[in-house]
């Protein structure tokens, strides 16, 4: 299984930005998904994530009406729409997929950093 994230890159705040999460390896329409984020103080913490239908997503209150997370399963992608991007939105942004749809993600991609600019 492998996971490719991309888009990241560096913002002001206030801009937008799409990440992206290629997925191989995995039978894509039947895992949930996730995206994570960790700074270089905290912890990995959760985004938002995606069910394998995409019929249900969740999201941290921090970025609640602000991102957005969607699938493609055609594509075997996933994707993070962040908007109105603010500097405490820097981190490296993770995508993870969770085969028994349990909420433990047991795929990781490798990141991509987000750097916003105030």
């Known amino acids: 299984v492998q996971l490719q994230a991309s888009g990241g890159g560096l913002v002001q705040a206030g801009d937008s930005l799409r990440l992206s999460c290629h997925a191989s390896?995995?039978?894509?329409?039947?895992?949930?998904l996730g995206w994570f984020r960790q700074t270089q103080r905290n912890e990995r913490e959760f985004v938002a994530a995606?069910?394998?239908?995409?019929?249900?997503?969740y999201y941290a209150e921090t970025v609640k009406d602000r991102f957005t997370v969607s699938r493609d399963n055609a594509k075997n992608t996933v994707y993070l729409r962040m908007n109105s991007l603010k500097s405490e939105d820097t981190a490296v942004y993770y995508c993870a997929a969770d085969p028994e749809r349990d909420g433990i993600y047991e795929y990781w991609g490798q990141g991509t950093l987000v750097t916003v600019s105030s």
């Open positions: 390896g995995l039978s894509f329409s039947d895992y949930g």
């Open positions: 995606i069910t394998w239908s995409g019929g249900s997503t």
